[in-house]
């Protein structure tokens, strides 16, 4: 089975830094998403994006958060200035197309102290 | 917007006995219909999908759900639940071809299996 890989598995931050979460997706899937989820909570969607576009976002996905595909492969989800409440699992998702079957990463958990 | 309910946070069951765990969605056209599973520490896995069709939808590890649209319910059931099933699951729906494309997940239930 297709598989979306992610690093780090663990981050752990002090408030107010910079964290950048890493996703490899699948080749050939060109539709990409992040999800959180909080301890204890659903799973929250935060973003889609396809053609090097943000397709759509949710109202988490406030002006600390950026996605982007730096190398046009890698994907990325980027906090730019880290709440605590930002703690949570952060799951990429990939798909081959809009109304394919979305593969998840494995996640990162994000601790910010 | 779409949402989803998963009635039970918590259920327990014996290996070997039977299971079928709730989920009614809330859509106001046809919904993309899912079923995962997490495993502690571990990402989602896609145990099975619905889009169009037969209403009862095979997926993986011997689960099968049905979609009831006059109920907005896709249970999933399993007929012989195995120790190695004790995972929180999630039901989500997702938009159809043309809305957007973001899911909403349920909040989960947890599945203990006892011996």
């Known amino acids: 089975e297709p598989e979306v890989t992610q690093t780090p598995s663990h981050q752990v931050t002090q408030m107010g830094q910079e964290v950048i979460l890493r996703c490899v997706p699948i080749?050939?899937?060109?539709?990409f998403y992040w999800y959180r989820q909080i301890l204890g909570q659903k799973v929250e969607f935060l973003v889609s994006f396809y053609n090097n576009e943000i397709s759509e976002k949710s109202e988490i996905f406030d002006d600390q958060f950026s996605v982007e595909r730096p190398d046009g492969s890698n994907f990325t989800l980027k906090i730019r200035s880290t709440k605590l409440e930002d703690s949570a699992m952060y799951f990429c998702?990939?798909?081959?197309?809009?109304?394919?079957?979305?593969?998840f990463g494995p996640g990162t958990r994000l601790t910010v102290l | 917007a779409q949402s989803v309910t998963q009635p039970d946070i918590h259920i327990t069951v014996s290996e070997g006995a039977s299971l079928e765990l709730r989920c009614n969605y809330s859509?106001?056209?046809?919904?993309?219909l899912f079923w995962y599973v997490q495993s502690p520490g571990q990402g989602l896995q896609l145990l099975l999908k619905?889009?169009?069709?037969?209403?009862l939808v095979q997926g993986i590890k011997g689960f099968e759900a049905e979609f009831k649209r006059s109920q907005s319910s896709f249970n999933l059931r399993k007929p012989s639940v195995h120790w190695s099933d004790a995972a929180e699951y999630f039901c989500?729906?997702?938009?159809?071809?043309?809305?957007?494309?973001?899911?909403?997940f349920g909040a989960g239930t947890r599945l203990t299996v006892k011996p």
């Open positions: 998702a990939n798909s081959r197309d809009y109304t394919d079957t979305q593969y």
């Open positions: 859509y106001g056209a046809t919904p993309y």
């Open positions: 989500a729906v997702g938009a159809t071809l043309f809305v957007n494309n973001d899911m909403r």
């Open positions: 619905y889009f169009s069709g037969d209403t």
């Open positions: 080749s050939n899937h060109l539709y």
